[in-house]
């Protein structure tokens, strides 16, 4: 069974950082595309990171400069590095995997199968 289990939410300061981990179960992730999205009450989700099977990334460009995202693949492990947070970044964040569409590895990417419980991230000002 397929499940990606998040971790690392929490609230801090602006200017703050914090690390997300999303733990991939049942599938190796090393040949997906693995992506971060968030989501505020009455707005659209909204991509905000993704890495694919080569490790190529790419961002929304709201948070371009200040999140990194990686894998681990021993660890069969993503993580969302996020620095410089800012209140405008209050979410609750998800991570996602898609093994099926390589060209489609792009942060909004419609395309994601799989979905973790998501993990709240507050920023105070």
């Known amino acids: 069974q397929v499940r990606l289990v998040e971790s690392g939410g929490g609230s801090v300061q602006a200017g703050g950082s914090l690390r997300l981990s999303c733990a991939a179960q049942g599938f190796t992730a090393t040949s997906y595309c693995m992506g971060w999205f968030r989501r505020v009450p009455g707005k659209e989700r909204e991509g905000v990171a993704t890495i694919d099977s080569d490790g190529k990334t790419a961002y929304a460009d709201s948070v371009k400069g200040r999140f990194t995202i990686s894998k681990d693949n021993a660890e069969n492990t993503q993580y969302l590095q996020m620095n410089s947070l800012q209140p405008e970044d209050i979410a609750m964040y998800y991570c996602?995997?898609?093994?099926?569409?390589?060209?489609?590895?792009?942060?909004?990417?419609?395309?994601?199968?799989?979905w973790g419980q998501g993990t709240q991230v507050n920023v105070s000002s």
């Open positions: 996602a995997a898609e093994p099926g569409v390589p060209y489609a590895c792009y942060p909004g990417s419609p395309y994601f199968t799989y």
